[in-house]
């Protein structure tokens, strides 16, 4: 949440306006009686949530949901890692943008944290059984595009699965500029003059990384959403922290559950929601964002996550 925009007036949602972990189980439920199987855990930073591995544990006991993980910034994750895996968190994704506490700063706009900090939570992670650990690095030319090699170095053996993600347009306040985006075959290619890589088949319909195998036996990974859009084997929904659910990241609005559940909705009535909301969706923004010539209204990463 870029500081010269959310400041120290900024003034956050009552704790009133946010799901209880009852809530959000049962809507959880609800979702995996309409065929979800995977919950990923984001943000914000999920890891300031108090006592996170007590949703962690009551999400895991919902019949039909396959795998629980966790997208985070990695910066208390080594106080939590343990207690995580214990209640049943599969898989952990990190976010670490640079190895250099400079580019790390600018990027990240988190003055208390730094690149040290996030490893020694990635090393929690791969200690406390999480491994491979993801890894997820967002490539800004001109910033920290020169250390897309280095990343791959770092992270190259089986402990960890590397992605590089081009930068994006998500919500309207981080500034972005096509200028700024390293498409995904430029950082294909500069791989290419350090390492051997095989393309790896996609595991599952509607996976957004393509897939590369290092010498190594570790794996790095293009998320193309700008340059190559996925949009048409898009399988994901959120579920904001105040009960909206948004069927695309670069949505403005949602369909909020929050007042149906509240109001004493059964699960028919809460299924019955959610399948029309899917059903009538059309997000294709990644796919039509060349095409607009005026900005849209779009929702903020620090509410809908990854």
Known sequence: MPREVFGSEHVFLPKAEILSFEEITRLAQVFAQLGVRKLRLTGGEPLLRRELDQLVRMLAGIEGIDEITLT????????????????????????LDSLRAETFQIMSDAPAVGPADVLKGIDAAVSA??????INMVVRRGL???????????????????????????GNTNGWSM??????????????TRFDLRLLPAQYGGEVAQRWQLASGGEVGLITSV??????DCTRARLSSNGTLYTCLFAGSGQDLREPL????????????????????????SEIRHLRTEPSQKAEMSLLGG
């Open 72 to 95: 985070t910034n990695g910066s208390l994750l080594d106080r939590q890692a343990t207690a995580l895996r214990a209640a049943g968190l599969a898989r952990v994704t990190v976010s």
């Open 129 to 134: 059984g999480f491994g491979p650990v993801k």
């Open 144 to 170: 920290n595009d020169d250390e897309v090699v280095d990343m791959a170095e770092r992270f190259a053996g089986p402990d960890y699965i590397l992605r590089y993600i081009e930068y994006m347009d998500v």
């Open 179 to 192: 200028r700024e985006v390293v498409p995904a075959a430029e950082i294909l290619e500069r791989l290419r």
């Open 227 to 232: 340059t190559q859009p996925f949009c048409g």
């Open 262 to 285: 509240r109001a004493g909705y059964s699960d028919e009535k809460l299924r019955a929601i959610v399948r029309r909301v899917w059903g009538q969706r059309a997000d294709r923004y």
